[in-house]
């Protein structure tokens, strides 16, 4: 008897931890039971990569299309809920999935071992071979991959083709570039000799660039290096097995390769017509332009309203805000913008949960970390133009203001600041300037300003030069603007001060 209750007494000691241990008490994976009762499935993608994914007009509307967005459109039918698609560059994905910012990611995804550490993935529905796309004059110089050895050679930054030119072609002098059509732009023009580029999307631009030709080279590469897979945030199973079970079906139907087929000859000839660039897409340029005229008024505001408090700080005769003062600026001055949207973006997405409203099609869980981070990068700038500004003034007005009866608060409101804003306008109107074309950043976390337009247009139609053209064009209407009015502006005040 004594025995069996020392074996109860064990078994108890034994189960105690399993019953109170973190696996028994984890939460419930409800990240198919969260789609079903949002009734949207938010999925991101890099639409520059046709036939995978690519923007199209549609009766003046942009529209993502491609074969991996048919893959998603039936997941969704499946599944019984609305389809949300979200366009960024491709290196800013894999964060965004990680931050349970998408319910998924299609965009051509290979699972690597570190992609695997941070994010889950689906079973393959795909195999995309690699090819090595050159120029027609270098085709017959490249046999093997040993004939690339110190040319420069181009993939996607953050693809699997950058993954598969570093550790199999390790002997090229390798190239990473933010999207593919920027890929296939230099390997046109000849600034790099060739790219690794996915099978579908060379066979695509061989129809558009009559210069380029697939190199006779076999990239001996893994099978489950092409796979193409789904990527997922952590502790998704639910939603995996539930789209696994989806490919599965698709694939069993061969529907899967008529999507394929179907998109290859939609995509062949791109979104161009007899009409030119700016007939097709005007609209969207305009409302990118808008976007960038609205986004630099904000960070403007919000900036130097800030940058007024950072200057009367750094002036304070109190020597712990005048260093702190200090420090702010010279962070903001000595860390590169684009880091700062990177740190402000992910950095509030993990602390706060912005909702993602729509205005102006814009997510504002996108826009907000965005303009908060170029309004606070501004506002070092602008502090220390006030700063210079109000040094400039006389001494003797603010002992003037003193010999009057005011205080230190009131004279500098009333008597030195428009005296100083007076001086520094010109700087300022600078400054605003500067932000028009420091919102192009922005294009990093899909906010659809500009630049980010004339990326998504120049991947749609293959017309490189007359995107860019389009867009600096407008950059320059809208600075010239700025700055004729800024001049206007301050012969007013001057004339008004005399």
Not at 276 to 291: D, E, H, M, S, W
Not at 329 to 343: D, E, N
Not at 435 to 449: D, F, H, P, R
Request: charged share 20%.
């Amino acid at each position: 008897m004594k025995g069996k209750l020392i074996g109860f007494f064990g078994i108890l000691l034994v189960m105690i931890p399993m019953l109170f241990s973190p696996t028994v008490f984890a939460e419930t994976d409800d990240s198919l039971q969260k789609v079903l009762d949002r009734g949207t499935l938010v999925v991101g993608t890099s639409a520059d990569n046709p036939p995978k994914e690519y923007i199209r007009m549609n009766n003046g509307k942009e529209e993502i299309v491609g074969f991996d967005i048919d893959i998603a459109q039936k997941i969704a039918d499946e599944l019984g809920v609305e389809l949300e698609i979200t366009n960024m560059k491709f290196d800013g994905l894999v964060p965004s999935v990680q931050s349970g910012e998408f319910d998924m990611a299609l965009a051509g995804f290979n699972p690597t071992p570190e992609r695997k550490e941070v994010i889950s993935f689906s079973d393959s529905y795909h195999n995309l071979p690699f090819v090595i796309l050159t120029t027609k004059d270098k085709a017959a110089s490249f046999q093997t991959l040993e004939d690339l050895t110190d040319k420069e050679v181009a993939a996607q930054k953050g693809s699997t083709q950058e993954t598969i030119l570093n550790d199999y072609i390790g002997h090229a002098r390798a190239v990473a570039l933010g999207k593919l059509p920027e890929v296939i732009a230099e390997i046109n023009s000849g600034t790099v000799d060739a790219g690794v580029v996915g099978y579908l999307s060379a066979r695509n631009y061989l129809d558009i660039y009559p210069n380029l030709e697939i190199a006779d080279i076999d990239i001996e590469v893994p099978e489950e290096k092409t796979a193409q897979s789904i990527a997922f945030p952590k502790d998704s199973q639910a939603l995996i097995t539930e789209v696994n079970r989806i490919i599965a079906e698709m694939q069993e139907e061969g529907l899967i390769e008529e999507l394929l087929e179907k998109n290859i000859e939609e995509a062949r000839v791109g979104d161009i017509d007899s009409r030119n660039t700016l007939q097709i897409y005007g609209p969207l340029f305009i409302k990118g332009a808008v976007t960038t005229i609205g986004v630099a008024i904000i960070c403007v505001i919000f900036g130097t309203l800030l940058g007024i408090l950072i200057a009367l700080l750094r002036i304070s005769s109190s020597k712990i805000l005048s260093s702190i003062a200090y420090f702010y600026i010279q962070i903001l001055r000595g860390t590169p913008a684009l880091l700062q949207v990177f740190i402000f973006y992910f950095g509030l997405s993990s602390v706060l949960n912005i909702p993602a409203i729509h205005i102006w099609d814009i997510n504002i869980a996108r826009l907000i970390p965005g303009c908060i981070a170029l309004a606070i990068n501004s506002s070092a700038y602008v502090a220390e133009i006030i700063r210079s500004g109000i040094n400039a003034v006389d001494s003797g007005q603010m002992e003037a203001g003193y010999s009057l009866g005011l205080n230190r608060r009131t004279t500098m409101k009333e008597i030195i600041l428009p005296q100083a804003i007076r001086n520094i306008l010109p700087a300022l109107g600078n400054e605003f300037v500067s932000m028009i074309k420091e919102t192009s950043l922005l294009s990093v976390i899909a906010v659809s300003e500009l630049m980010f337009v004339a990326d998504t247009v120049k991947a749609a139609t293959y017309r490189t030069m007359e995107s860019l053209l389009i867009a600096a064009v407008i950059y320059f209407m809208i600075t010239w603007s700025v700055s004729w009015l800024v001049s206007r502006f301050e012969k007013r005040l001057a004339r008004s001060s005399k």
